[in-house]
């Protein structure tokens, strides 16, 4: 009996092993939607590349340089001078960074005891697949990165941080080492005795967010496809009995499709108006401009020769994330 009951399992198991003979016909959106990933990882692969060349180029192009530098001194003594001297440009250089990367520590040390506590929530990795899993890692580190950069940072957790989340950050190169609260709990659990200051922040809440409480608790939902899960950041707060609120996008400006945003892009904003204490300068200056829809003309032209002016300036985004990258003692 035992015999034949194995070997039933184990015929089970054969079947279930094998490839499906009739592969799952995808919608047409769905269809379309994986293209767009395929072109959209296609691109990215691409652009990749040519930077990693480009940088090689420009790494041969400045050690050339450097080369023709050294061979056009006219005497040893000459040429002995110009190492030293580039020798106490890097030093000099050195030490700037490693004061900058101090203030930075203390900043986000000082930030833990008075700063703007801001949540993220990963409880949502099961309903997301592996892309976007790795799309929402990428704004959390740009949450990490911009936070740093603040003159008054704010106490930024990492609540519900487990499983294929957990897995995909701790891949990142330091991600021990970053000054943030790292909780496998729930924000339910992790600040069960501050439960009355939690107010999950949401475009489906009916209460305005006017102003921030350093009292006040900030929940940001960390789901990246929220079309697919209309309401569900709403559904859970209330199912939880917490408080809910929502930007005042609407008062300043009207948006040129829906008023959900990224991750990065919310806690980027709650970050400029600690700052600011401006909603107005907040939004223009985080949402970007292709989701804005009609504006107040001479507003949108300031914010225009802004935004025109910094393209002379590295990407600031890449930078920051690039800063997280080569800074990862703190």
Same mark, same amino acid.
């Given at each position: ?8 399992? &184990?015929?089970?198991? %054969? ?5 499906? @003979?009739?592969?799952? %016909?995808? @919608?047409? &959106? ?10 959209? *990882?296609?691109?990215?692969?691409? /652009?990749?590349?040519?930077?990693? *060349?480009?940088?090689? /180029?420009?790494?041969? +192009? ?12 006219? @005497? ?10 580039? +020798? *106490? ?10 004061? !900058?990367?101090?203030? $930075? ?8 005891? =008075?700063?703007? &506590?801001?949540?993220?929530?990963? *409880? ?57 609260? /790292? ?13 009355? #200051? ?12 006017? !102003?921030?409480?350093?009292? /006040? ?15 569900? %950041? ?16 609407? =008062?300043?400006?009207?948006? @040129? ?19 600011? $204490? ?13 989701? +804005? ?36 003692? #703190?």
């Amino acid at each position: 009996m035992e015999e034949e009951k194995e070997t039933k399992q &184990n015929d089970q198991n %054969t079947l279930e092993n094998q490839p499906n @003979s009739q592969p799952t %016909t995808l @919608s047409k &959106n769905a269809s379309k939607k994986l293209l767009k990933q395929q072109k959209w *990882e296609a691109k990215k692969a691409e /652009k990749k590349a040519q930077m990693k *060349e480009q940088k090689k /180029k420009e790494g041969e +192009r400045k050690r050339k340089e450097w080369e023709d530098k050294l061979s056009s001194c006219a @005497s040893e003594e000459e040429r002995l001078k110009l190492i030293e001297s580039r +020798r *106490e440009l890097r030093k000099e250089r050195m030490g700037k960074r490693a004061e !900058e990367k101090e203030e $930075k520590t203390q900043r986000l040390r000082k930030a833990k005891e =008075s700063g703007q &506590n801001i949540v993220i929530d990963l *409880e949502f990795a099961d309903l997301m697949t592996n892309i976007e899993i790795r799309s929402l890692v990428q704004q959390i580190i740009y949450c990490y990165a911009v936070n740093g950069r603040c003159a008054s940072p704010g106490h930024l957790w990492l609540t519900g941080c487990r499983g294929e989340m957990e897995n995909q950050l701790q891949r990142l190169p330091g991600f021990d080492k970053w000054s943030i609260e /790292k909780e496998s709990q729930s924000y339910i659990e992790a600040l069960q005795d501050q439960k009355e #200051n939690l107010v999950y922040l949401t475009a489906d809440s009916e209460t305005v967010l006017d !102003e921030l409480d350093l009292k /006040k608790i900030y929940i940001v939902g960390g789901l990246v496809d929220r079309n697919r899960w209309k309401g569900l %950041t709403m559904k859970k707060a209330n199912e939880q009995g917490i408080r809910t609120a929502k930007l005042p996008i609407s =008062s300043y400006l009207k948006m @040129s499709s829906s008023q959900v945003l990224t991750v990065n892009q919310v806690v980027e904003i709650l970050l400029k108006f600690v700052e600011t $204490k401006d909603w107005k300068t907040s939004f223009f200056q985080v949402i970007p401009q292709r989701k +804005r829809g009609e504006t107040d003309p001479e507003e949108l032209e300031r914010v225009d020769r802004e935004e025109l002016e910094d393209e002379n300036e590295p990407s600031e985004k890449k930078r920051q994330c690039d800063e997280v990258s080569s800074t990862q003692q #703190n």
